[in-house]
């Protein structure tokens, strides 16, 4: 703890029900991030990545709004930072607007925390009496609340591919943490999840490169967790921040298997991969990606099959949960019916186009450190989707994980 003039605490941190399951998907998934760019990526990115897991622990960790702010704005530098890293043109245009929404998100913040103390005479993390709709838009930000998503389909695919998968596991995850923390259960939030939920799938649908698609995908996943939290009943949060860490797990492999096209084959897009120049003669028409990496198949189908809410993978777990909790709640449990099955399509896409009918020739193996990576992901996600109860203990309320 660090103590300020007139008592003020800058550095305070506490365990609040809902960090400890937050901050092991941060860390778990943060460790498999980085050893999958250990080979891969700049000593500078991974060195501001472990930057970027440290302020999402301190965001979880902490106990007034002074930490949970100053937590609030390293994360937003630190992500920004490894998208400018990539040091590209488009790189560098899109880092700048994502660090545009960034900094508006703490702002308003900042103005929601001041109006908050003005009121209360005190930083102690609570539900806000004063300044709610500043901390709504500020934390909408973060979480890509509809119209304020933009950054994400701009600064995920712009990194270096290994850099995504560690965007993908922290930013918006923070900004759902944050959701249940800060903001008193609504309709509004609700139904904002919702509509995330299919509107996003939706978009992901006709995206024709791998990580845009799974940049609108996060959006609709997004969406479940905050209406799950939003709804603020114990069954509802359990299984937001159940499917919170599971999302972490496969968004992260589904990341990893599109970085391996992309480090391997040279391209991400859906056509690309489709139409090849002519093969000069004797020399064989590349196989399909399926067959020459593997590895990466293998993730991106349980990566799919996952977030496509198929037993027995982990994320019918959740996702199981918060459709109960919401069952009946017009018209959110219609919404997150029809974001399901668009997000089984969705991914029916993601396979075909992307690995089975997809051929181009493979410039370089996959690093030991990258299929380890794919390895450990895909596992993570099939035992916790047949023994869920490995993260019942980490739950805020206990709920029952028997689905």
């Known amino acids: 703890t660090v103590l300020l003039k007139n008592n003020l605490t800058l550095f305070s941190f506490s365990e609040h029900p809902y960090s400890k399951i937050a901050g092991f998907g941060f860390l778990f998934v943060g460790a498999i991030g980085l050893l999958y760019g250990l080979d891969v990526s700049k000593p500078g990115e991974q060195a501001v990545l472990l930057g970027a897991i440290g302020s999402a622990i301190g965001v979880c960790f902490a106990d007034n709004f002074l930490t949970f702010l100053f937590f609030w704005e ?7 930072a490894v998208v400018f890293l990539k040091r590209t043109p488009h790189a560098v245009r899109m880092a700048y607007r994502m660090l545009f929404f960034s900094l508006m998100s703490g702002f308003l913040l900042l103005v929601g925390i001041i109006l908050q103390y003005n009121a209360t005479g005190t930083f102690e993390l609570m539900y806000p009496v004063a300044g709610l709709p500043f901390f709504i ?5 973060k979480t ?6 933009f950054w994400v389909p701009w600064g995920y695919p712009a990194a270096n591919f290994p850099c995504s998968v560690l965007l993908a596991a922290l930013c918006t995850k923070v900004g ?3 959701v249940a923390r800060l903001l008193p259960p609504s309709n509004f939030i609700i139904i904002m999840g919702a509509v995330m939920a299919i509107y996003a799938v939706t978009v992901a649908l006709f995206q024709n490169d791998l990580r845009r698609l799974l940049s609108y995908s996060i959006i609709s996943k997004v969406g479940f967790m905050v209406c799950g939290v939003g709804l603020g009943a114990p069954l509802a949060v359990d299984g937001g921040f159940l499917f919170l860490v599971h999302h972490m797990l496969y968004k992260a492999l589904l990341f990893m298997s599109a970085g391996a096209v992309i480090y391997t084959v040279g391209t991400e897009n859906f056509q690309e991969l489709q139409h090849h120049k002519e093969i000069p003669g004797g020399e064989k028409e590349p196989s399909p990606l399926w067959k020459a990496l593997p590895v990466a198949f293998i993730g991106a189908l349980v990566g799919a099959l996952a977030i496509s809410g198929t037993p027995p993978f982990n994320g019918y777990v959740g996702k199981y949960l918060i459709k109960h909790a919401v069952h009946g709640i017009n018209p959110a449990g219609l919404l997150l019916t029809l974001a399901s099955v668009a997000t089984a399509l969705c991914f029916c896409k993601f396979v075909y186009f992307g690995f089975i009918k997809a051929r181009g020739k493979v410039q370089r193996k996959l690093t030991f450190s990258m ?6 992901l895909s596992a993570s996600c099939l035992i916790t989707g047949i023994w869920p109860q490995i993260l019942a203990s980490l739950l805020p309320y206990g709920s029952s994980l028997d689905v």
Do not use: E, K, R, S
């Open 137 to 141: 838009l500020g934390i909408g930000i």
């Open 74 to 80: 390293t994360l937003t530098l630190t992500t920004a």
């Open 176 to 178: 759902v943490y944050a």
């Open 371 to 376: 299929q380890a990576a794919i390895v450990v």
């Open 144 to 149: 890509a609340f509809l119209p304020l998503h």
